[in-house]
Nanobody, 124 residues
Framework: EVFLVESGGGLVQAGGSLRLSCEFS????????IGWFRQAPGKEREGVSC????????NYADSVKGRFTISSDNAESTVYLHMSSLKPEDTAVYHC?????????????????WGQGTQVTVSS
């Protein structure tokens, strides 16, 4: 069974940093890519980043490019999202998803599986 759990969210001031973790089980990074998407109240879901460990490729939304970095540790079954220079508009619930396409526009669409999320709040 595919299972993902996110952690590492919290309250941080603008300009600060956080590292989110996505621990997964039931598959390896040879089976699925891992993406992060976020959802803020009243806003649509937004794909943030994705990592294709098989081809060593990463991609990022324009809104986070240069500030966020995705990395993976297959031995630890964990994918990280390093977030720096955080802005109030980064405030959202962040989810990680096991996906077969690594397309930011539909990370959450079936047959993807995703966790319950971790709250990130950036104060101004």
């Amino acid at each position: 069974e595919v299972f993902l759990v996110e952690s590492g969210g919290g309250l941080v001031q603008a300009g600060g940093s956080l590292r989110l973790s996505c621990e997964f089980s039931g598959f390896t990074l040879d089976d699925y890519h891992i993406g992060w998407f976020r959802q803020a109240p009243g806003k649509e879901r937004e794909g943030v980043s994705c990592i294709n460990s098989i081809e060593s490729e990463t991609n990022y939304a324009d809104s986070v490019k240069g500030r966020f970095t995705i990395s993976s540790d297959n031995a630890e079954s964990t994918v990280y999202l390093h977030m720096s220079s955080l802005k109030p508009e980064d405030t959202a619930v962040y989810h990680c998803a096991a996906t077969i396409t690594c397309q930011l526009s539909n990370l959450w669409e079936p047959p993807s599986s995703w966790g319950q999320g971790t709250q990130v709040t950036v104060s101004s």
